[in-house]
């Protein structure tokens, strides 16, 4: 029992340094994350096109797709699930700090029902793309999507 406690002491200690360290990743670290969990977690050409729009659909291959991801941008652990505060600073857009903080802890669940932990990430993925933090998500990759096109034609 005191070595348990030891253990779990020592890893609240470890997650408080962590935290203190954690840095959110630029647009360039995203892009490596996603490459890389692509390569580990191998989507279809349907899959692929489907986020792209951002639609995420609920399946096995996405579901490790995105757990991959949230767990290399270090905003998921199967210990925890998503810190709410690194998903703030990672996704808050132009919301401040607090609101969106507030958004990502109604958007978090401490897996009660003991879900595998792919559908735990999914199932808060699903939450924060039909927050307000998706809604700026969606007009962000939007806007750059849109910006390239324009390139492409002026070209």
Same mark, same amino acid.
């Given at each position: 029992? =005191?070595?348990?406690?030891?253990? $779990?002491?020592?890893? @609240?200690?470890?997650?408080?340094?962590?935290?203190?360290?954690?840095?959110? /990743?630029?647009? %360039?670290?995203?892009?490596?994350?996603?490459?890389?969990?692509?390569?580990?977690?191998? &989507?279809?050409?349907?899959?692929?096109?489907?986020?792209?729009?951002?639609? *995420?659909?609920?399946?096995?291959?996405? +579901?490790?797709? =995105? =757990?991959?991801? #949230?767990?290399?941008?270090?905003? *998921?652990? $199967?210990? %925890?699930?998503?810190?709410?505060?690194? &998903?703030?600073?990672?996704?808050?857009?132009?919301? $401040?700090?607090?609101? #969106?903080?507030?958004?990502?802890?109604? @958007?978090?669940?401490?897996?009660?029902?003991?879900?595998?932990?792919?559908?735990?990430?999914? +199932?808060?993925?699903?939450?924060?793309?039909?927050?307000?933090?998706?809604? /700026?998500?969606?007009?962000?990759? /939007?806007?750059?999507?849109?910006?390239?096109?324009?390139? /492409?034609?002026?070209?």
């Amino acid at each position: 029992m =005191l070595k348990y406690l030891i253990l $779990t002491l020592a890893l @609240c200690a470890v997650q408080a340094y962590a935290d203190d360290e954690w840095k959110p /990743k630029t647009g %360039e670290d995203i892009k490596q994350i996603r490459i890389e969990c692509l390569k580990e977690h191998p &989507l279809n050409g349907d899959q692929i096109s489907q986020l792209k729009q951002l639609i *995420f659909p609920d399946e096995p291959d996405v +579901r490790q797709y =995105l =757990l991959c991801s #949230a767990q290399k941008l270090d905003i *998921f652990c $199967t210990h %925890e699930g998503y810190h709410a505060d690194r &998903l703030a600073k990672q996704f808050k857009m132009d919301l $401040t700090e607090e609101e #969106a903080l507030e958004i990502a802890q109604g @958007c978090i669940d401490k897996n009660e029902e003991g879900s595998p932990a792919d559908v735990w990430a999914f +199932r808060g993925h699903k939450c924060l793309m039909a927050s307000k933090i998706g809604d /700026k998500v969606k007009a962000f990759v /939007k806007a750059k999507h849109d910006a390239a096109e324009a390139a /492409k034609a002026s070209a």
